[in-house]
T-cell receptor
Framework: IAGITQAPTSQILAAGRRMTLRCTQD?????MYWYRQDLGLGLRLIHY???????GKGEVPDGYSVSRANTDDFPLTLASAVPSQTSVYFC?????????????FGPGTRLTVL | QKEVEQNSGPLSVPEGAIASLNCTYS??????FFWYRQYSGKSPELIMF????GDKEDGRFTAQLNKASQYVSLLIRDSQPSDSATYLC?????????FGAGTTVTVRA
């Protein structure tokens, strides 16, 4: 069982380019999440999906979009990348959103926007 | 002000000592609390969760929760060099996690 996979592992991107970060989980978890992690700021929620077909905005959604066409995949798209989106991006999943739910994280994607 | 605040660190402890990590949260509606460990360049991994007031022990780790004081702590007993990492405190509210900035712990051999 792989758990959560993310691709690419790292990417250098020119400002203004479109980029999709991929996330796939094989645990049949209902909920999936995208976070960014920046030094001194910790992990911040970008978007989330409680179940396939639904998505919601987190703390820092501007400049990002997501879709959840099926249970396993939750891609994150930067429509026109800007340098402030340089960060490490983590995808996470959990069985069911709830009080006792536990999130598990993928290996991350390191993105640099120049 | 962040919803979850952690003691800024870094925290340096000798091998075999107790490392004490503290976390406060601002939203009284927070229902569950989690401690994640993150090694440099790696993803966060869950080490403890706690839902009820009091202590919860798991091996060398003890989590403490005081909802009246809005305070969560993590104790690492008999600290080992392998415990050197950044520890993230998180609070769950409305099915979403809010994370603190993390406390970096270094265990000196």
């Amino acid at each position: 069982i792989a758990g959560i996979t993310q691709a690419p592992t790292s990417q250098i991107l020119a400002a203004g380019r479109r980029m999709t970060l991929r996330c796939t989980q094989d645990m049949r978890h209902n909920a999936m999440y995208w976070y960014r992690q920046d030094l001194g700021l910790g992990l911040r929620l970008i978007h989330y999906s409680n179940t396939a077909g639904t998505t919601g905005k987190g703390e820092v959604p501007d400049g990002y979009s997501v879709s959840r066409a099926n249970t396993d995949d939750f891609p994150l798209t930067l429509a026109s990348a800007v340098p402030s989106q340089t960060s490490v991006y983590f995808c996470a999943s959990s069985a069911n959103p709830g009080v006792r739910d536990t999130q598990y994280f993928g290996p991350g994607t390191r993105l640099t926007v120049l | 002000q962040k919803e979850v605040e952690q003691n800024s660190g870094p925290l340096s402890v000798p091998e075999g000592a107790i490392a004490s990590l503290n976390c406060t949260y601002s939203d009284r509606g927070s229902q569950s609390f989690f401690w994640y460990r993150q090694y440099s360049g790696k993803s966060p991994e869950l080490i403890m969760f706690i839902y009820s007031n009091g202590d919860k022990e798991d091996g060398r780790f003890t989590a403490q929760l005081n909802k009246a004081s809005q305070y969560v702590s993590l104790l690492i007993r008999d600290s080992q060099p392998s415990d050197s990492a950044t520890y993230l405190c998180a609070a769950l509210n409305d099915y979403k996690l809010s994370f603190g900035a993390g406390t970096t712990v270094t265990v000196r051999a």
